[in-house]
């Protein structure tokens, strides 16, 4: 399963962006796919992820309520919906896709990973 992740760049705070993660080489059905973002000198951690029917998704505590993530099966992509963007949720993003199934946060879960896109939000 190959993952490729685009959308990112660099805009104001208060702006939006709306990530998408490509899925080829499998299935999209058979996986949870998740969000993560590391910022220079940090850990990678979760933004958000979705269950293989899009049907549960979990939400970092920053994330709540600005973005949004979601999936079409049939176009195999998963979507990141940012909105009210800060300049703290500059990083790089990272899809991910793992067969667990059900809802999982930590990066070690994920066995697929994406290349990644960043975004910079400007104060």
């Known amino acids: 399963v190959q993952l490729q992740a685009s959308g990112g760049g660099l805009v104001q705070a208060g702006d939006s962006l709306r990530l998408s993660c490509a899925v080829s080489g499998g299935t999209l059905s058979m996986f949870t796919v998740g969000w993560f973002r590391q910022a220079p000198g940090k850990e990678r951690d979760v933004v958000a992820v979705?269950?293989?029917?899009?049907?549960?998704?979990y939400y970092a505590e920053y994330a709540k309520g600005r973005f949004t993530i979601s999936r079409d099966n049939a176009k195999n992509t998963v979507h990141l919906q940012m909105n009210s963007l800060k300049s703290e949720d500059s990083a790089k993003y990272y899809c991910?896709?793992?067969?667990?199934?059900?809802?999982?946060?930590?990066?070690?879960?994920?066995?697929?990973w994406g290349q990644g896109t960043q975004v910079t939000v400007s104060s």
């Open positions: 991910a896709a793992t067969r667990i199934v059900g809802i999982v946060t930590t990066p070690t879960s994920f066995g697929f």
């Open positions: 979705i269950t293989r029917s899009g049907g549960r998704t």
